[in-house]
């Protein structure tokens, strides 16, 4: 125990020389910030605060300082703290000076208003305080991490300044926090930058590109857009001609791409597809502005907000796609079948009357208690499959429905099937899509391929193409249009993509059992 007991008597050394220092305007400062950070109600402010700005990045960047926080409370006070017993540091509530170690007394001003009960080690505030810090840091600028930093650094320092803490309870949280932060990429990937290798297009191939939106239409999907992005195009692109469509968006596209040089289209992923469809028909670059709830094609091409779109738009950098077909219809993202598309159909008929999130919860309660598997044929072969997601290009997470893709153009499909064999449960499949360890599912499969055959095992087939569901009679062909498409990308992402497309795999991949 003799090195332990050195690390005590340097950690008390450590606390005698912090209770002994005078930081002139920290008496009252650091005690006040101590307080604001219990039961991390600072970090929640600081998270709701995020969540209020409508940035999808910085929303992200707050659950998942949220989703470390629960990570290390309960590790930190329920686990650390009882295994480990210390004592605090002696301090004095009444205001009298208070004997401390080698005889360093501790300012009455700093002395916290309430003594902790609890255990000692570890610090609690300084595990949250790095956990939510660390797990910002993962997902937001440094313009917000780097105050949120400082100020986590003074919760860490004021838990011994105030007298609360010895220097080694304060390592121990943070040490804990960082884990935990760090943790939380495993259940949870982070987003990875812009989907790169992208086929550029040199700028000066697009005709009629102006700073001020001359020649660009833009067709904003009323129930997705809102009045934000309206006023911020007519700021920003003065020139622009903006048209807000409802129920009529195809009219709507097909009678602005007769006067557009670039057309331009704003809402959610199923907007984003129809506009798509009308800019391949009419050989348009298509200006993406992103206005739905998720916004995946966009976000994969670096667009988070609608002033990206703008500032992609003036930098003149056109990069090109793939875009697949199923049958006549096209989809950038994904094409669903089996229980996706029943969700969707009745959180459509329950939307109006409950709103769309309540919606989505009772249709996903609904169709875990009563969906039943979807009869297929895949490539002529019959199979019952609970879930079934084919995505456009390769995608890099796991999970029937991953989210993000290192590359926009490689002209694969990824193909990945839940089956329903008679001993999987309609649970076990739920369980797994949520988890994401599919590959540890019996009859999971998963393969990428050029093209791809289905069809209902009765004639018909409902099938989703970028979250729109829509009935296929008889079998579907499933192809891709390699770099097809052409839009606006951040400058960055374009510039390092002029060089030639990576070669698909010869010949398509089996299905892996």
């Not at 219809?329 to 969707?344: C, I, K, M, Q």
């Not at 919606?359 to 598997?373: G, S």
């Not at 055959?453 to 087939?461: D, M, P, R, Y």
Request: proline content about 7%; hydrophobic content about 45%; aromatic content about 6%.
């Amino acid at each position: 125990m003799p090195l332990l007991q050195r690390a005590v008597r340097l950690d008390q050394r450590a606390f005698d020389a912090v209770a002994a220092a005078r930081l002139r305007g920290f008496e009252y400062v650091l005690p006040r910030l101590s307080r604001a950070a219990d039961h991390s109600l600072l970090w929640l402010g600081v998270a709701g605060g995020l969540a209020l700005t409508r940035q999808p990045r910085l929303r992200r960047a707050a659950l998942r300082g949220v989703f470390a926080l629960s990570l290390t409370s309960p590790i930190a006070n329920l686990v650390g703290k009882q295994m480990f017993r210390r004592r605090r540091p002696l301090i004095e509530l009444a205001g009298l000076p208070t004997s401390i170690g080698r005889g360093t007394a501790l300012p009455a001003a700093r002395v916290r208003w309430r003594l902790p009960s609890s255990p000692s080690f570890p610090s609690g505030h300084s595990a949250a305080a790095a956990a939510f810090t660390g797990a910002l840091a993962l997902e937001a600028p440094a313009s917000v991490v780097l105050p949120v930093a400082a100020a986590a650094a003074g919760v860490a320092f004021s838990r011994v300044y105030t007298g609360a803490h010895y220097p080694g309870d304060v390592m121990a949280g943070l040490a804990l926090g960082a884990v935990a932060a760090a943790t939380t990429r495993l259940v949870w990937p982070t987003r990875p930058a812009p989907a790169g290798a992208v086929w550029s297009m040199p700028a000066e191939a697009v005709q009629g590109i102006s700073p001020d939106g001359a020649g660009v239409v833009v067709v904003i999907n009323k129930d997705a857009g809102g009045g934000d992005v309206t006023s911020l195009l007519r700021a920003e692109l003065p020139q622009a001609e903006i048209v807000e469509a409802g129920e009529d968006l195809g009219k709507a596209l097909g009678d602005a791409a007769d006067r557009a040089t670039v057309l331009g289209v704003c809402g959610g992923d199923g907007t984003i597809n129809a506009g798509a469809e009308v800019a391949l028909d009419r050989g348009l670059p298509l200006l993406v502005i992103p206005g739905g709830t998720l916004n995946h094609f966009a976000r994969a091409i670096g667009l988070e907000t609608a002033k990206d779109a703008v500032e992609a738009y003036r930098s003149g950098a056109v990069i090109r796609v793939d875009v697949a077909r199923a049958g006549r219809r096209v989809f950038l993202n994904t094409a669903s079948f089996g229980a996706y598309t029943e969700l969707v159909d009745l959180r459509r008929r329950m939307e109006s009357r409950l709103g769309k999130w309540p919606a989505l919860a009772v249709a996903a309660i609904r169709v875990l208690r009563h969906t039943e598997p979807t009869e297929v044929y895949v490539e002529g072969r019959r199979l019952r499959v609970w879930f079934a997601f084919i995505g456009n290009c390769r995608y890099g997470s796991y999970g029937v429905a991953p989210t993000w893709r290192e590359h926009l153009a490689d002209g694969l499909l990824d193909v990945r099937l839940i089956g329903a064999k008679r001993h999987i449960g309609k649970a076990r499949a739920v369980a797994a899509l949520l988890v994401g360890h599919l590959h540890l599912m019996p009859d999971y499969k998963t393969w990428r391929t050029a093209s791809l055959s289905v069809g209902g095992a009765e004639g018909s087939l409902r099938l989703a193409c970028d979250g729109e569901p829509g009935t296929a009679d008889g079998p579907v062909e499933i192809t891709k249009s390699r770099a097809a498409l052409a839009v606006f990308g951040p400058a960055e992402v374009a510039a390092p993509s002029r060089r030639p497309l990576p070669e698909p795999p010869a010949g398509a991949d089996r299905p892996s059992a």
